[in-house]
C-alpha cells in the first residue's frame, strides 16, 4: 500500500513563507513525476507546481518567482517552497505522485494540508 503523508501547512501572514513537504511510502519501485495541487473553498483543484525525477520543474503562472518545488529522491519526498504569500493562496494543498509499485503504474494523491494566509 502506498501513501502519500503532506506536512507543513498553517497560518501564516500575507508576505510570509512556508514550506511544505510530502513523503510516499509503501511498496515504490520508482517515483516519476511529482505534483502539487491546490484547491480555494468553492473552486476547482489547480494545478501548482511540477517536477520530474530528473528535476525539470513547471509551475502555474500565478506561481512562478515566488514557490519553488523540489524532490529528494533518496527520500521519495517532494517540497513547495511558498514565498510572498497572500490571501488568495488561501487553500488547501495537496501532493500528487505518479509511480510504479509491484502491481503498477499509477496516481496516487495525499490527503491535503491546510494553508492559511490572513492577517
Known amino acids: 500500500q502506498v501513501q502519500l503523508v503532506e506536512s507543513g501547512g498553517g497560518l501564516v501572514q500575507p508576505g510570509g513563507s512556508l514550506r511544505l513537504s510530502c513523503a510516499a511510502s509503501?511498496?515504490?519501485?520508482?517515483?516519476?513525476?511529482m505534483r502539487w495541487y491546490r484547491q480555494a473553498p468553492g473552486k476547482e483543484r489547480e494545478l501548482v507546481a511540477t517536477?520530474?525525477?530528473?528535476?525539470?520543474?513547471n509551475y502555474a503562472d500565478s506561481m512562478k518567482g515566488r514557490f519553488t518545488i523540489s524532490r529528494d529522491n533518496a527520500k521519495n519526498t517532494v517540497y513547495l517552497q511558498m514565498n510572498s504569500l497572500k490571501s488568495e493562496d488561501t487553500a488547501v494543498y495537496y501532493c500528487?505522485?505518479?509511480?510504479?509499485?509491484?502491481?503498477?503504474?499509477?496516481?496516487?494523491w495525499g490527503q491535503g494540508t491546510q494553508v492559511t494566509v490572513s492577517s
Open positions: 500528487n505522485a505518479g509511480l510504479q509499485t509491484t502491481y503498477g503504474y499509477a496516481t496516487y
Open positions: 509503501g511498496s515504490i519501485s520508482s517515483i516519476f513525476i
Open positions: 517536477v520530474t525525477t530528473g528535476g525539470s520543474t
